[in-house]
């Protein structure tokens, strides 16, 4: 990833246009135009060596012959010609160029790429719709029309969806901070995009338009970034998917590559809708009511039909209704006539005059409980629309951090609109419109509140993965891609997954009842055979076999049954196995897959022999932890089941997370592990149970911690020292050190946080302690000193960090160690260590803002030999830099 240059790509003081011409209908003409017609206001330079002039300005004839450096280049000539046109504009200074060219082969591509890459000269396209900065009054595309200035960037690897969008925004009067058409995004991408928009101050939110990711890990990093600052709302097309895949394993079978696109979108904290209008809602809404804390509706309307459509759409968003209380129905009835709803929606009657507005619209900003207000009015002729809305404007604009509002009807009502939105105000041109929008920020809150929380640390045990490998190690030499259910269940119990006991014998009776007897009865016997794959489909499986005879019979049938179905199946033998006894217990499946787009996923969902008729699954991409872990089971249908009901108690959530947990794990660990299913796992209050288990394996190795989008834990970090005489544990940090951290947090004295943090808070946010220990380590890195106690128990006593940006370039750090630790050198432990790591990774320069009265910090920079480089604002904090690689 790279934000490299992309200020002169996006915000430019100077553009040329290589292919400008007069030649009607060509691409050169039209940007060349455009540019000129938009009222940019640096320098406009044309490069054609046909040409001495157009518009009247000189043409140059090459890049050399510019009287300056343009900062950004736009290239419109044949594919032939881009390559060498890169390498003029570079040498002359460019550091950014738009080729519009299409039909560039490969070889072209390539030459492109490297004659850009010594001047590190970033390059949109090729083929691609270029850009728009409105606010510079920039128009270097060749779009029909230009784009009002806004606070939206819209990026789109769709061209024709570009200039689609335009028009759409357009008679909408909605206004952008940059356009962007990636056309084949050969360099700069989305990642790029998203973490140069995600600093910057014109833009308030990043709207998408994505066919493709072909950098996953980059754009999960960039997203998660870009989307803790600001909304980032994502229409992916190819919703439909390709059907239901074959494969080895349901997991594989149910894993859509939509349905992984979409976990990826909840992971990142980005949000998710179907259709381009519904960016633009998006937008509105979360730049409007982001903030808010409201999770219930509450609406108000002078039409009972309009309050009836907007709880209906409600109740099909799942968007929860206030329900109104004593209180607030006692409130209402003294201001509003007795035929009044006395319900939720709040109908205050079409003949309504102005005061009714007024006291109801104040009757719900006092209730907080209220939650999301949604203010509906049908014009009459009793009242103005206008004149409602100047009552109104001043009491809802106050309170439009959670004020929707929908003024329904054309002419009528425009005036009204334009008074709302002048306070501020999100307006809605339909009841349904409004709903959607609530249900879209409910969806928003979700996936940013799983940024935040903090998990629990699972309970499973560390897995024994030397115990795991020679499992898999031994089929691979045997040519075997299918583990056996005994092999399966082995890896499962090497990673602390409970499984019921199973034993392999081979085909004969006598090793089936030997078997049986040391496990005991009943039981339930399994054909085992590398051909096939669901057992119970082919009379494989026989249950609850309570005595010898039963077990006898079972097996001839069996033999013969799949004998006559499946002749040519090889068979290897028997799997005979204990028939555990939960009556009360669901059937789960968990599983593990390897999305082409996205690497390793992990299914949770209703298991059972209709798991794919059933597909009521929830999908993650790994790492988890028991927040995210607990969020896949939420989304499931069956959870409701494990909630408990009746006589049926609840099951352990824990116990399924650290499963899911696990089987995350296995994928980081186990590169050949390419599908997984664990179908069915039993769980009720007792814990879980895992019957059957399938692994497929592959020797190209598609999963491992290489193929994850999010970069796992890196556990090979941690390193045990010797501080004064007593062993320290460093290792990077992890969600699950919350608890901790915020235990060593609390320890620090008043001066120590505003020190380290610039402000005097005793107690941090819980958001910003989220923050703290829920780390990207693609680009970031925070190192923790534990000492281990008599009890068992760990404590945080010092912690470093540092962030580098996307190219790696600069590493700015902090450190804070317990207050009454400081001075006995536990800093330069900490130091060294992440120096270190730092000198690996490759980045070339720490920097570090210091308090000027932070006279221990002081020392420690000067110590590690770092330059006092500048005086921040104010005078109150010095900037330093040490240079890693020169």
């Keep these: 990833m790279s934000i490299r240059n992309l200020d002169k790509l996006l915000n430019p003081a100077s553009v040329a246009v290589a292919g400008a011409s007069d030649r009607p209908g060509s691409v050169g003409t039209t940007v060349w135009q455009q540019l000129l017609g938009a009222g940019f206001a640096g320098p406009v330079y044309a490069i054609n060596r046909h040409h001495e002039q157009l518009n009247g300005q000189p043409v140059y004839a090459r890049a050399e012959d510019l009287p300056s450096a343009p900062d950004l280049a736009v290239i419109c000539t044949p594919p032939d010609s881009v390559a060498g046109l890169i390498t003029e504009f570079g040498r002359r200074g460019t550091r950014a160029a738009i080729v519009m060219t299409a039909g560039l082969t490969s070889a072209q591509r390539s030459a492109m790429l490297e004659a850009a890459r010594p001047w590190l000269l970033r390059v949109l396209g090729p083929n691609c719709l270029g850009l728009m900065s409105p606010h510079l009054r920039l128009n270097a595309s060749f779009a029909h029309t230009d784009a009002l200035a806004g606070e939206i960037a819209f990026i789109s690897q769709s061209g024709a969806l570009v200039t689609a969008m335009l028009d759409w925004a357009k008679s909408r009067e909605i206004g952008f901070s940059h356009l962007v058409s990636l056309g084949e995004h050969a360099d700069v991408d989305f990642g790029d995009l998203l973490d140069h928009l995600a600093s910057d101050a014109g833009t308030r939110a990043i709207l998408l338009y994505i066919e493709s990711i072909e950098a996953p890990r980059k754009f999960m990093s960039a997203a998660r970034a870009a989307a803790r600052n600001k909304p980032v709302i994502v229409v992916k097309a190819g919703r439909a998917g390709h059907g239901v895949q074959a494969a080895a394993s349901h997991t594989r079978a149910m894993a859509a590559s939509d349905v992984v696109f979409d976990a990826a979108i909840r992971r990142a904290g980005m949000l998710r809708v179907d259709r381009l209008q519904e960016l633009f809602t998006a937008a509105a809404t979360l730049a409007h009511l982001r903030d808010s804390a409201g999770s219930v509706l509450t609406i108000m309307t002078n039409g009972g039909g309009a309050g009836v459509l907007a709880a209906d759409a409600a109740a099909l968003a799942k968007v929860p209704m206030h329900g109104l209380d004593d209180a607030m129905l006692a409130r209402l009835d ?22 009714r507005y007024v006291d109801t619209l104040q009757a719900l900003i006092d209730d907080p409980d209220s939650g999301t207000i949604l203010f509906m009015h049908a014009p009459t002729a009793i009242v103005r629309s206008e004149d409602i809305a100047t009552a109104c404007a001043p009491l809802a604009g106050a309170a439009r951090h959670r004020m929707m509002t929908c003024w329904l009807g054309g002419d009528s009502v425009i005036r009204a609109r334009e008074t709302f939105s002048a306070a501020g105000l999100a307006d809605y041109e339909t009841p349904e419109e409004a709903v959607q929008a609530c249900a879209m920020l409910a969806s928003y809150r979700h996936n940013q509140a799983l940024l935040e929380q903090v998990p629990s640390a699972s309970e499973g045990p560390p897995p024994r993965l030397a115990d795991a490998r020679r499992v898999i190690d031994r089929a691979l030499a045997e040519g075997r891609e299918m583990l056996d259910e005994t092999e399966a269940k082995a890896v499962l119990q090497a990673y602390g997954v409970p499984v019921v006991e199973t034993r392999a014998v081979g085909l004969e009776a006598a090793e089936v009842l030997a078997a049986a007897a040391a496990i005991g009865y009943p039981l339930a016997l399994k054909l085992r055979s590398p051909d096939i794959v669901h057992k119970s489909d082919c009379g494989a499986v026989a249950l609850d076999l309570a005595d010898e005879a039963s077990l006898l019979r079972a097996r001839l049938a069996m033999l013969a049954q799949v004998s006559g179905a499946m002749p040519a199946a090889r068979l290897t033998g028997f799997s005979v196995q204990s028939m555990a006894s939960r009556p009360h217990a669901s059937e789960l499946i968990i599983g593990a897959s390897v999305d082409p787009m996205f690497g390793p996923i992990v299914l949770f969902g209703e298991g059972g022999t209709a798991v794919e008729v059933l597909a009521d699954r929830a999908i993650g991409l790994p790492p988890l932890n028991r927040v995210l872990a607990g969020d896949m089971v939420a989304r499931t249908r069956v959870a409701r089941r494990l909630a408990g009901y009746r006589d049926h108690a609840p099951a352990r959530l824990d116990a399924i997370s650290d499963v899911l947990i696990a089987v995350g794990q296995m994928a980081a660990d186990l590169p050949e592990l390419a599908e997984l299913d664990i179908n069915p796992l039993w769980a009720d209050e007792e814990g879980v149970l895992a019957l059957d288990a399938r692994i497929r394996l592959d020797a190209r190795g598609p999963a491992g911690m290489a193929h994850f989008a999010i970069l796992p834990y890196p556990a090979e970090l941690a390193e045990t020292v010797d501080w004064r005489g007593e062993a320290l544990l460093l290792r990077p940090i992890r969600p699950e050190d919350g ?148």
Excluded at 335 to 355: C, E, H, V
Excluded at 748 to 773: G, H, I, N
Excluded at 780 to 808: K, Q, Y
Excluded at 864 to 884: D, I, N, P, T, Y
């Design 334 to 355: 003294a201001k509003l006539p007795a035929t009044w709803s006395r319900a939720n929606p709040i109908d205050i009657i079409g003949d309504a005059p102005i005061q």
């Design 739 to 886: 608890p901790a951290h915020k235990a060593f947090v609390c320890k620090l004295e008043v001066e120590d946080l505003r020190l380290r943090f610039f402000s005097s808070r005793r107690e941090l946010p819980a958001s910003q302690q989220a923050r703290l220990v829920q780390i990207d380590y693609a680009r970031e890195m925070a190192f923790i000193a534990m000492r281990s106690e008599v009890d068992g128990s760990s404590t945080v006593l010092g912690v470093v960090r540092a962030v580098t940006d996307p190219d790696n370039e600069a590493a700015e750090f902090a450190i804070i160690v317990r207050s009454d630790l400081k001075g006995l050198g536990l800093g330069r432990i900490l130091m060294d260590k992440l120096l270190r790591f730092l000198a690996a990774q490759g980045t070339r320069k720490l920097e570090c803002d210091v308090l000027r009265e932070n006279e221990p910090m002081l020392r420690l920079a000067r110590h590690l030999g770092m330059e006092q480089v500048a005086s921040l604002s104010g005078g109150g904090a010095l900037h330093f830099r040490k240079l890693l690689h020169p």
